[in-house]
């Protein structure tokens, strides 16, 4: 089954802080742990990854640094601050919230339909 990636592109930023939670990263390995998280059933699209980095950044939810590769491209870090932990928790939060109101609203009774 295939996960409907419109479900999922509202939550890009929280997406996000989830894995700058755990450690500081970069693009590609953020879009890369995306993908095996979720089975290789959903990736963030490079345009849109990269915007959310803009945008996070702009808000002070995020900060960027330069890494110290000493062999390859030098790549631009991202770190939670703690103005993005905040966001993280209540997003989550109102995922929770968001989700107990879907599943009654959705939710079918087994008695009905068995």
């Known amino acids: 089954m295939s ?3 419109d479900l999922i592109r509202g939550h890009t930023d929280t997406i996000i802080l989830a894995q700058l939670l755990k450690k500081d990263s970069y ?3 953020i879009n890369k742990t995306v993908r095996i998280l979720s089975g290789q059933q959903y990736e963030l699209k490079e345009a ?4 959310a980095f803009r945008r996070l950044e702009e808000t002070g939810l995020i900060r960027s640094y330069w890494g110290g590769e000493v062999s390859g491209a030098r790549r631009r870090y991202y770190t939670i601050t703690e103005e993005g932990r905040r966001e993280y928790f209540r997003q989550c939060s109102m995922w929770k919230a968001t989700k107990g109101i879907l599943d009654k609203l959705i939710e079918m009774e087994e008695t009905i339909y068995a």
């Open 3 to 5: 996960i409907a990636a």
């Open 48 to 51: 849109t990854l990269y915007s």
């Open 27 to 29: 693009g590609y390995e």
